[in-house]
C-alpha cells in the first residue's frame, strides 16, 4: 500500500482541507460573528440561503446543534417530534430534544428510516390532555442508518402538504442533502419550498473541517441566533470556517458523483463476498452490510485494520463504510482487493 495515509471509511467527517480550501481560510476577512461584523461568515449564510430559497441562514459549529436548535425553535417543552426511530436527530445527539427542549420523540418504523405521509398522519397525537401536542416532523435525508438512502422528492412534497394542513412544523437534517442533489438530479430550491427549517453540513460530503448551517425565514433565524448563544455556539471570528465552506460550495458538490461510483464500486464486490449475508441498497456514500455467522464486525474492522484500513462497526455484525474527498481509486482498488483475503 503506497499511501501517505491510511485508508480511512469510518466516516465523511475524516477529510482534511484540500489545499484550495486551506488557502480560501488564510485570505478570509473576518470579524467577530456574534457582533454580526464578520463579512466572511455573513456572505456564507446569505449564499446558503438564496441556494435553497430561504430567507436567513445561522452558520453553527455542527449539524447536531442546528438540529437541536431546530426543535427548540419549533417546539415547547411538553410536545412531541415526529420522526423515523433511526433519525440522527434521536439515535445520534445525546438525548438532546429531551435536554434542550424538553419534547418527547413518536418513532415510527420506516423504510430504511424513511417514513411516509401516510405514517406521519397517523401518529399525529389527537387532541387530548393526556397525549403530547404534535408540534414537528424531522425528516432525514439522506439517511444515514438507511445506507444513505434517498426520500423521494413527491413523497416529501405530501409530507409537506400534510404538515401545513395540520399546522405542523417541518425541519430538515440535510446533513448529507447534497448527496440526494446529485444523485437524484434534483435542485436545492426544491427542497427548501418544503420545509420550514433545513440543516445542511459542511464537514461531511462537502469537506469542510468544521461547521453546518440552518436555514429559514428572518423570523426562525432571529430566534435561532438566540438559541445558538444560549447553547454556548456563539463563535468570533468564524469567517477562516466559513470561507472553507464558501470554497466548498463553489468546488465540491458535482464532485459528490466519484463518492457515489466509490461506493457502487465496494457494493457490488460486497454483494458477492461469502462473508457477507445482506448489504443495503447503495445510493450515495454510505455502504452498510451485514457479515454471515460466525463473523463478527470486531473481527472484520480488525482484519481490514491490520492491513491499513478502517471500517465502522455499527452492529454485532454489521459494518459501514463511507466513501468521501479523500478516498481515491487506488485506495478503493486496494480496497478490493484486501476484501478479496478476508477471511484470511
Not at 405530501?158 to 444523485?183: K, M, N, P, T, V
Not at 462537502?206 to 438566540?226: D, E, Y
Not at 457494493?267 to 454471515?292: C, D, G, R, W, Y
Request: proline content about 6%; aromatic content about 6%; overall charge negative.
Amino acid at each position: 500500500m503506497n499511501f501517505l495515509t491510511r485508508v480511512d471509511f469510518r466516516s465523511d467527517t475524516v477529510t482534511r482541507p484540500t489545499p484550495g480550501m486551506m488557502e480560501a481560510m488564510m485570505q478570509a476577512e473576518v470579524g467577530d460573528d456574534v457582533w454580526g461584523e464578520d463579512p466572511t461568515v455573513i456572505a456564507l449564510e446569505e449564499q446558503m440561503a438564496a441556494l435553497f430559497g430561504k430567507e436567513a441562514g445561522l452558520f453553527c459549529p455542527s449539524g447536531t446543534m442546528t438540529n437541536q436548535i431546530a426543535v427548540k425553535i419549533h417546539t415547547q417543552p411538553g410536545d412531541e417530534v415526529i420522526c423515523s426511530e433511526l433519525a440522527h436527530v434521536y439515535q445520534y445527539e445525546a438525548g438532546g430534544m429531551a435536554f434542550h427542549s424538553g419534547v418527547q420523540a413518536h418513532l415510527i418504523p420506516g423504510n430504511r428510516g424513511m417514513i411516509t405521509a401516510e405514517q406521519i398522519r397517523d401518529a399525529i397525537q389527537p387532541d387530548d390532555i393526556h397525549k403530547p401536542p404534535s408540534r414537528l416532523v424531522c425528516i432525514e435525508n439522506t439517511v444515514n442508518r438507511g445506507g444513505g438512502c434517498c426520500y423521494d422528492l413527491d413523497e416529501l412534497k405530501r409530507i409537506s402538504d400534510l404538515c401545513r394542513e395540520r399546522g405542523l412544523s417541518l425541519h430538515l437534517d440535510g446533513a448529507r442533502l447534497f448527496h440526494a442533489l446529485i444523485a437524484r438530479n434534483e435542485q436545492p430550491e426544491q427542497y427548501g419550498i418544503l420545509f420550514d427549517t433545513l440543516s445542511i453540513c459542511l464537514s461531511k460530503g462537502l469537506g469542510c473541517p468544521v461547521g453546518s448551517v440552518l436555514l429559514g425565514s428572518r423570523a426562525l433565524i432571529q430566534k435561532a441566533r438566540r438559541v445558538r448563544k444560549l447553547m454556548g455556539g456563539g463563535m468570533r471570528q468564524a469567517g477562516f470556517l466559513s470561507a472553507a465552506g464558501l470554497y466548498a460550495l463553489a468546488h465540491h458538490i458535482d464532485r459528490l458523483a466519484e463518492d457515489h461510483a466509490h461506493a457502487k464500486k465496494l457494493a457490488s464486490a460486497l454483494i458477492h463476498h461469502p462473508a457477507v449475508e445482506s448489504l443495503l441498497p447503495v445510493e450515495t456514500n454510505i455502504v452498510i452490510f451485514e457479515l454471515k455467522p460466525p463473523y463478527s464486525a470486531r473481527a472484520f474492522a480488525d482484519f481490514m485494520r491490520e492491513h491499513g484500513i478502517l471500517v465502522h462497526p455499527i452492529g454485532p455484525r454489521s459494518i459501514r463504510m463511507v466513501t468521501h474527498l479523500d478516498i481515491h481509486p487506488p485506495m478503493v482498488e486496494y480496497t478490493l482487493q484486501v476484501l478479496n483475503r478476508f477471511p484470511d
